[in-house]
Every structure is written in structure tokens, then in C-alpha cells.
């Protein structure tokens, strides 16, 4: 098998696995902050064992390289506490669309931090895409439905899509380092930030609520970030940017089926329109810049 079809295959299933967590999430029972604790505290457990095989326990990050890292932790962790919550109020198929406003979150930032000059069409792009949110926001939940506060689970996708971008910027001061380890980092991070919130009082009593969170850490942490690590190292970027929309189909497609989560025409033509324009946006930007720095920002997608 060529490097080409192995790193297909690699970032298809890392996406494939992304698009399911929402359901496990869901079926947990758990709220957000402990579904997000247990993920870290399994993931890590899982990329240890990665690193330790690798070989890059050792003498791999300065100081000054893990302080970054764990900064990055703080966003991630963050985000994966938004967009957990937010899946309780606004449905995993409207908090995996909004969520996916994500690069231009990067863009806003690119101008704001590095002075990139923003062009014309992703201006466009960009107004498509905040189309796209006014029609969600606007459209009323639809049939199955159960969320509550539906505002509120839009406004947490968005501010979970907000943390993505800010870890993106910190990747960048991290080109070089080994992903794996960076991704250890912050799911230790996430352990000792949510340690004293985490319900320790009242832990799941059942083996089937133990055996999702310990796939949310061991497969949709660990092995996710194996392989979507292992994709980016052989694919060309434009590459990894379309391949990297089969999460929200997946997830979509998942929210339906188990749920039975039906989006409403104005809600599936906002979706479509964030989708089409963040996809733009990934392909005109992987023709602009290098993939170094890939591996790490990929890494916070969900």
C-alpha cells in the first residue's frame, strides 16, 4: 500500500471516529466536565504508552516549548467542555455545523495577530458562513430535538470553535515538536485543570457508562490522534482539508439514525452554507501555506 492511500485511510478513520463521539458522549450520562475529565485522564494513559514506545519521553520539550503546550492544553481542554455542553442544547448536528465556523476564527486571527491580509474571497466566504449561522440560529429546533436553551448551545459551539483557533495560534510556536507529545501534554493538562471540579462523589456505577468514557479516551483520544498524526506525516494538505469534512457528515449522520435529530430546510441550508465555506476555506489555505505546523492544530478538532 502507498503512503498516499495508508494517510487516506489513516485521516478517513481519525475523522470517522471523531464524528461518533457525540453519541458517546450523550449515552454516558455524564455532564460535560466529567465526560472531559475521563477523556483526559484515559487519553493519557493511552499516549504514554504511545510516547514511551516512541521514545520521546525524554529530553524532547524545553521549558519554554512545554509551557506553550500546556497553554494549547488549557484551549483544548475548553473546547472540548463547549462543545460537550453544547450538544445537550442544540443537538450534536447543529453543534458539529457551528463548530466548523473554525477557520475563520484562524483568519480573524491571522489578521488580528499576524497581520495577514484578508482577500476578497475569503471575505466572501466568510459572509456565506455567517449567512449560514443566521439561518440556524433563527431556525427553530426540529422534530427530536430534545436540547434545551437552543441560544445558548449555538453560542457554545462558537465559543468552542473560538478555544480551536486559539490552540491553532499556539501550534504555531510549536512547528517541529513531536505531535504525540504535544497531544500528551494537553490531555495531562486537562487532568489537573478539571481534577478538583471532577464528581468523584457520586462515579458511574454501571460497566456500560466505564466502557464509553473509556473509549471516548482510549479510541476517540488515543487512537485518533495515532492516526490522524500518522495521516498528516503522508498526505499533502489539501488533502487532509477535504478529508477532514467526513467528521460533521459522520456526525450529522449519527445524530439522525440514533437520535433521530431531523434538521429543518433552513437549519440543513445553514449547515450546508458553513460547510461549503469553511471547505473553501481549508483548500485555498492549504495551497498558502506549509504543513508543518499541521499535525498539532489538527489535533483539537473534537
Request: net charge positive.
Amino acid at each position: 500500500m502507498d503512503k498516499k492511500t495508508q494517510g487516506t485511510l489513516e485521516m478517513g478513520g481519525a475523522m470517522a471516529i471523531s464524528g461518533t463521539i457525540g453519541w458517546f458522549v450523550v449515552q454516558s450520562g455524564q455532564a460535560a466536565l466529567d465526560v472531559v475529565f475521563w477523556r483526559c485522564a484515559f487519553g493519557a494513559a493511552t499516549l504514554a504508552l504511545v510516547c514511551a514506545a516512541m521514545g520521546i519521553l525524554r529530553g524532547v520539550l524545553s521549558w519554554r516549548q512545554a509551557a506553550w503546550a500546556a497553554l494549547g492544553g488549557v484551549a483544548i481542554v475548553t473546547n472540548w467542555l463547549l462543545l460537550f455542553g453544547a450538544y445537550s442544547h442544540a443537538s450534536i448536528s447543529i453543534a458539529t455545523a457551528v463548530y466548523n465556523t473554525q477557520p475563520f476564527m484562524l483568519v480573524a486571527f491571522g489578521a488580528l495577530l499576524f497581520g495577514e491580509r484578508v482577500t476578497l474571497p475569503k471575505l466572501g466566504w466568510l459572509a456565506l458562513a455567517f449567512g449560514g449561522m443566521l439561518l440556524i440560529v433563527q431556525a427553530r429546533p426540529g422534530a427530536g430535538d430534545a436540547g434545551s436553551h437552543y441560544a445558548l448551545g449555538i453560542a457554545m459551539a462558537l465559543g468552542a470553535a473560538f478555544f480551536w483557533a486559539v490552540a491553532s495560534v499556539i501550534a504555531k510556536r510549536l512547528t517541529g515538536t513531536p505531535p504525540h507529545l504535544i497531544a500528551l501534554v494537553q490531555v495531562c493538562v486537562g487532568v489537573l485543570m478539571l481534577a478538583p471540579f471532577a464528581n468523584f462523589t457520586a462515579l458511574p456505577q454501571d460497566p456500560r457508562t466505564w466502557l464509553l468514557l473509556v473509549t471516548v479516551g482510549v479510541v476517540h483520544t488515543g487512537l485518533m490522534y495515532i492516526l490522524l498524526y500518522g495521516a498528516v506525516q503522508k498526505l499533502p494538505t489539501y488533502l487532509q482539508g477535504a478529508l477532514s469534512f467526513i467528521y460533521p457528515v459522520v456526525a450529522i449522520g449519527v445524530d439522525f439514525i440514533a437520535f433521530g435529530h431531523r434538521l429543518q430546510p433552513a437549519q440543513w441550508l445553514g449547515a450546508t452554507a458553513i460547510l461549503l465555506a469553511a471547505a473553501a476555506m481549508n483548500l485555498q489555505g492549504s495551497r498558502l501555506r506549509p504543513s508543518a505546523a499541521e499535525p498539532a492544530v489538527q489535533g483539537g478538532r473534537s
